[in-house]
């Protein structure tokens, strides 16, 4: 198993920055990658970023690529999503998943999730 506890959501205005943190514990070795996913309500959920845990190799979605930008700390077991110029269409509850094969960016492949945190963009 591997937990995910998700932290540093909150309330924002348009054009500002927010960086999320991951905590990752538990069996660490079965991860290939980490990503993070956005639901807002009424919506599906979104694919953000994913980076793979060893290599570093990241992927980002169209809407939020030059803008947000995924690390890790592997002797922290931390992953990060520095969000940066948020708009109001980003108001979501933003999840962090794991996942041990080759995941990319689809939801239904990773196999861990967090309770997710609240990011809100005002206007």
């Known amino acids: 198993q591997v937990q995910l506890v998700e932290s540093g959501g909150g309330l924002v205005q348009a054009g500002d920055s927010l960086r999320l943190s991951c905590a990752v514990s538990?069996?660490?070795?079965?991860?290939?990658?980490m990503a993070w996913f956005r639901q807002a309500p009424g919506k599906e959920r979104e694919f953000v970023s994913r980076i793979t845990w060893n290599g570093g190799n990241t992927i980002y979605g169209d809407s939020v690529k030059g803008r947000f930008s995924i690390s890790r700390d592997r002797a922290k077991n931390m992953v990060f999503l520095q969000m940066n110029s948020l708009k109001p269409e980003e108001t979501a509850v933003y999840y962090c998943a794991a996942g041990g094969g080759r995941v990319r960016t689809t939801a239904d492949e990773y196999d861990y999730w967090g309770q997710g945190t609240q990011v809100t963009v005002s206007s």
């Open positions: 538990g069996r660490t070795f079965e991860i290939y990658a």
